[in-house]
């Protein structure tokens, strides 16, 4: 039997690319905290997940952004093909985003029976099939989709549709970096009591707090100090709408920065979130060290980690690749099947390789055409100089397809 709307136990999936790129057409961009709020509207959400090519520049900040707001990101490679039509040559890319997403949840249907309602983020209509395939098991699904691209086969197979543009998050085109004015008219509209204590367990909320609070994460919060709190109660189908009337009321600050809604006290001003570094050091504990040398021993054996297949599949990556990472390079490397270094050692021998000069450090300018800024990024190249980068790459044949 279908469990009632609000108490069910919900997977978000995420098309990331579908809905990222779709508003950049029209110049718009997604709210994280919109979208996740409309999944717990509906339920408890027990799995969250973004799939998308994240090394690619317009959505390199955005795993961050994700985690923020309590979704994993999922990276899932994409491939530019040359298209050569009538002498016209273009670029093709194209991904498996679909096949991911897919899979994953046929694995929750078997893995996770508790899960009994799924809301797909894409108006993709490759996913009908996929929505064909939960229904037998007795599964609730739920479509978010952007109005001008949703498959219309796709939204009629469904059980509940809503449009991201009309219903989920129906502004005008918003600026990334831009926050609501920070002393606003207070409305002369009186409120009850009960309300008035909502509105000043949210303003000491974030007053205890020393940095801002996403809002997906404030509702807990608040729960845990009003125990029956239900903004339904109040008059309001959402949370965010009853914390937009706070700020109105000049209890709290709301700032909407790196597609995630924010809320913090009235004096607090709000600092950008820092990227995490790219350089990772390892300073754990040393255990005994194996290596795809064979070698194995309490020695430090770094300096002699990086073999020539690592550096042919480095020089792969580098390929068919913008720009590379110290993260994007070391977490190829360790899915790699041929692999046997731990990934803490693995970090620790590219550090190494670092050092000894087999690879360079650069930096990459990625425009932010969102907020307007250009972010330096810390890249990695290999030194083709370097004798034993010449050695490994001069003994590659043609074919060389990055493994070993």
């Given at each position: 039997m279908m469990k009632e709307e609000g108490n069910r136990e919900i997977a978000l999936l995420l098309d990331w690319e579908n809905i990222r790129f779709g508003l950049q057409q029209q110049n718009l961009a997604p709210n994280i905290s919109a979208i996740m709020e409309e999944a717990q509207a509906l339920g408890r959400v027990v799995v969250a997940r973004a799939y998308a090519d994240f090394q690619n520049h317009i959505m390199f900040n955005d795993p961050r952004r994700l985690y923020a707001a309590g979704i994993e990101p999922v990276y899932v490679p994409g491939r530019v093909y040359q298209n050569d039509r009538d002498g016209i040559v273009s670029s093709v890319r194209k991904n498996s985003v679909d096949v991911k997403l897919t899979a994953d949840c046929v694995e929750f249907c078997f893995r996770y029976p508790n899960i009994d309602a799924y809301m797909l983020v894409s108006g993709d209509g490759d996913f009908i099939h996929l929505v064909k395939t939960l229904r037998p098991y007795g599964k609730f699904v739920a479509i978010v989709a952007l109005s001008w691209t949703a498959s219309p086969r796709l939204t009629e197979s469904a059980d509940w549709v809503k449009f991201y543009d009309l219903d989920v998050e129906p502004s005008v085109q918003r600026n990334m970096t831009a926050s609501l004015p920070d002393s606003p008219d207070t409305p002369e509209e009186p409120v009850s009591d009960e309300l008035r204590e909502v509105y000043e367990s949210i303003k000491d909320i974030t007053n205890d707090r020393k940095s801002?609070?996403?809002?997906?994460?404030?509702?807990?919060?608040?729960?845990?100090?009003?125990?029956?709190?239900?903004?339904?109660?109040?008059?309001?189908?959402?949370?965010?709408?009853?914390?937009?009337?706070?700020?109105?009321?000049?209890?709290?600050?709301?700032?909407?920065?790196?597609?995630?809604?924010?809320?913090?006290?009235?004096?607090?001003?709000?600092?950008?979130?820092?990227?995490?570094?790219?350089?990772?050091?390892?300073?754990?504990?040393?255990?005994?060290?194996?290596?795809?040398?064979?070698?194995?021993?309490?020695?430090?054996?770094?300096?002699?980690?990086?073999?020539?297949?690592?550096?042919?599949?480095?020089?792969?990556?580098?390929?068919?690749?913008?720009?590379?990472?110290?993260?994007?390079?070391?977490?190829?490397?360790?899915?790699?099947?041929?692999?046997?270094?731990?990934?803490?050692?693995?970090?620790?021998?590219?550090?190494?390789?670092?050092?000894?000069?087999?690879?360079?450090?650069?930096?990459?300018?990625?425009?932010?055409?969102?907020?307007?800024?250009?972010?330096?990024?810390?890249?990695?190249?290999?030194?083709?100089?370097?004798?034993?980068?010449?050695?490994?790459?001069?003994?590659?044949?043609?074919?060389?397809?990055?493994?070993?």
């Open positions: 801002p609070i996403v809002l997906a994460a404030l509702k807990p919060l608040l729960t845990h100090r009003i125990r029956d709190f239900d903004e339904n109660r109040f008059g309001y189908t959402k949370f965010k709408p009853l914390v937009m009337d706070a700020y109105d009321r000049g209890y709290v600050k709301v700032v909407t920065e790196g597609l995630v809604d924010w809320v913090m006290s009235t004096g607090a001003d709000f600092d950008s979130i820092e990227d995490d570094s790219e350089a990772i050091e390892y300073d754990g504990p040393q255990p005994a060290f194996r290596n795809d040398l064979g070698y194995q021993g309490d020695d430090d054996p770094a300096s002699g980690a990086i073999t020539k297949d690592t550096i042919r599949f480095c020089d792969s990556l580098e390929q068919r690749s913008r720009y590379i990472t110290f993260r994007y390079l070391t977490q190829n490397l360790s899915q790699q099947p041929w692999m046997q270094l731990d990934f803490d050692y693995l970090v620790r021998a590219m550090n190494k390789a670092i050092e000894d000069g087999l690879f360079t450090r650069e930096t990459y300018e990625d425009f932010d055409e969102y907020s307007g800024y250009i972010r330096k990024l810390p890249t990695l190249k290999l030194n083709r100089d370097h004798p034993d980068v010449k050695e490994a790459l001069d003994t590659v044949t043609a074919d060389w397809s990055g493994r070993p």
